[in-house]
């Protein structure tokens, strides 16, 4: 019988979302061994870690899942990409209901400390300490479409072609997929002409602050649903400070997160 902390960490309606994209358990051909955990009871530990933050030691026993089993199965699954799979699959809901806002998408980052590992580096706000930076790109409501992981001393403006060339293709309430937007807002730190001229390429207007033109006040109208989407993915205590030495791990992580940020804001979910 699952526990009250299970299911409201892992509800019956994300279960059903997940459970099709995890890769099926395959036994020894000579038979034997032993039976395989619940991948229910081990996706919702994963669930629990990103959520509060804790290391994978501290466990609660009430999930019935080891430590070894747990962060090899996470392991497992990020390798196999199940998190962005879950992610477009959350989002292909949205699109069906009509609850994407392709007005415009928005672009932003953070940063955060790291330990040593991959996708690190000398963060210039925190005195060159290991960071690492998140980058987000939402739709015109700060729903996030993709999420990316840099060095903490990358600049924003580096991780700009990646993010908008990788939109996913997203169903529609009518039609054909759709991955174009009509603008694309960004601060000042993308004010930049190739930058630019790589959206009019795409046939996607600018409205990207520029340098000594537009006041602050003016980018506020738009930039804060993209920072309340950075505080939401803040609100996952794995993402506030990176403990992940493979950075493979760490994008799982966010991914993930981005994956039940976008659950919680379909209309059937609790």
């Known amino acids: ?6 299911l409201r960490l892992v509800p ?25 955990i619940e991948d229910r009871a081990v996706f919702t530990a994963v ?6 933050g804790c290391a994978w030691r501290h466990l609660p026993a009430e999930f019935g899942v080891s430590v070894p089993t747990a962060h090899r199965r996470f392991q497992a699954w990020t390798r196999a ?3 962005p799979r879950l992610h477009r699959k959350i989002l292909d809901l949205h699109g069906a209901a009509g609850q994407v806002d392709w ?3 928005i ?14 580096g000398p963060n210039p706000v925190d005195r060159g300490k290991p960071g690492s930076k998140i980058h987000v790109l939402t739709d015109a409501d700060g ?3 993709v999420v990316a992981v840099s060095t903490a001393n990358l600049h924003d403006s580096g991780a700009f072609v990646p993010l908008v060339a990788s939109i996913p293709a997203i169903r ?10 009509d603008k694309l807002r960004a601060d000042k730190a993308y004010d930049q002409p190739e930058l630019r001229r790589f959206l009019r390429r795409r046939g996607i207007a600018v409205r990207i602050a520029r340098r000594g033109v537009d006041s602050v006040e003016r980018l506020g109208r738009y930039r804060w649903k993209v920072e309340r989407t950075l505080a939401w993915l803040g609100g996952y205590r794995r993402l506030t400070v990176r403990y992940e030495r493979n950075g493979r791990n760490f994008l799982g992580f966010l991914c993930l997160a981005a994956a039940i940020t976008c659950w919680k804001k379909l209309p059937h979910s609790t």
């Open 143 to 145: 729903l996030p479409l």
């Open 103 to 105: 007005s415009s998408v």
């Open 81 to 83: 990409g199940v998190w």
């Open 1 to 6: 019988m699952e526990s009250s902390l299970a």
């Open 47 to 52: 669930v629990y870690v990103l959520t509060s």
């Open 172 to 181: 529609s309430r009518r039609g054909p997929r759709r991955r174009r937007p």
């Open 107 to 120: 672009v932003d980052a953070a940063s955060l400390r790291a330990k040593k590992g991959e996708l690190t």
């Open 12 to 36: 019956d309606d994300l279960w059903e979302l997940v459970e099709p994209l995890l890769p099926r358990f395959e036994g020894r051909w000579q038979g034997g061994g032993t039976a395989p």
